[in-house]
């Protein structure tokens, strides 16, 4: 059972009304594969978004568009205000902004704990190495493996591995942070206490959108779910609605799916 930490996390986080992301018409192809179909949504700032669908629905597409990890050929996708374009000041703009979870923990093997988390700050942002070694441990700490700094990824467990991952992405204090499936290449048993760690970040105020299957996460943490099919967002709306009161069989039938797999 997860922590309750942040089962009621307040309406107010979202005041500032300030727009983190926007995005408008977004179209996708791979070839003649027709992969985002028109998709438009915003997100607030400190707003949590969790997306899930079935396999081959967008999601994954979708969340690297916003990282620009993926092309897209029409639409526009902003943050905080700015579209984002093939420039270097859409790269800088990225960089500075916004930070991603993948799948697979993409650590680099050679190096220590620790020096996977300073890299990025000493390199891209140009931190004294001493400063970048206080904010790494200090964050290390927060995700609960300050003890494993001189390891390295290979003499530690998948779930550390993870967590070593989201205090590498907050090293490089990212005002938003994407998350693609961040559990899905865990043990059952590691999957908790990642998720603990995200529940933790959403509690802070973290701007997050998070591609999960974890519905129990969704309904305890996000302000809103979106489903996904056939490339295209089929339902968006609180986690009591989307997940509960369902207004389209698309997304009835994937949550009894998910569910019985989960039983």
């Known amino acids: 059972m997860m922590s309750n930490k942040a089962a009621n996390i307040s309406s107010e986080k ?11 018409g977004l179209n996708k192809w791979f070839d003649k594969f027709h992969a985002l179909k028109d998709i438009s949504m915003s997100v607030l700032e400190k707003e949590i978004i969790v997306i899930c669908g079935p396999s081959g629905s967008g999601k994954s ?3 690297r568009c916003l990282n620009h990890l993926e092309t897209y050929q029409e639409g526009s996708v902003s943050i905080f205000g ?34 996977n988390c300073t890299l990025g700050p000493i390199w891209l942002r140009k931190i004294p190495e ?25 003499q530690i467990s998948g779930g550390q591995q993870q967590r070593v991952a989201i205090a ?11 998350f693609d499936e961040p559990t899905s290449a865990l043990d059952p048993e590691m999957i908790k206490e990642v998720l603990d760690v995200m529940i933790d970040l959403a509690d802070s105020g973290m701007t997050m959108m998070c591609v999960t299957h974890e519905m129990q996460f969704a309904h305890q943490v996000a302000d809103r779910v979106v489903f996904m099919s056939d490339g295209e967002i089929v339902e968006i709306g609180s986690p009591d609605q989307v997940l509960k009161n369902p207004k389209w069989d698309r997304t009835s039938q994937f949550l009894q799916h998910i569910l019985s797999h989960k039983s």
């Open 82 to 115: 700015q579209e984002l374009g093939n420039d270097k000041n859409s790269s800088a703009l990225i960089r500075e902004n916004v930070g991603m979870l993948f799948q697979s923990f993409n650590l680099f093997p050679h190096l220590t704990i620790l020096k």
């Open 130 to 154: 001493s400063k970048a070694v206080e904010q790494s441990m200090a964050l290390l700490d927060r995700v609960g493996v300050s003890n494993l700094v001189s390891k390295y990824p290979g």
């Open 168 to 178: 590498r992405c907050l090293a490089m204090e990212p005002r938003i942070m994407l």
């Open 14 to 24: 979202n005041s500032s009304g300030t727009m983190a992301i926007e995005v408008n």
């Open 61 to 63: 597409t979708f969340i």
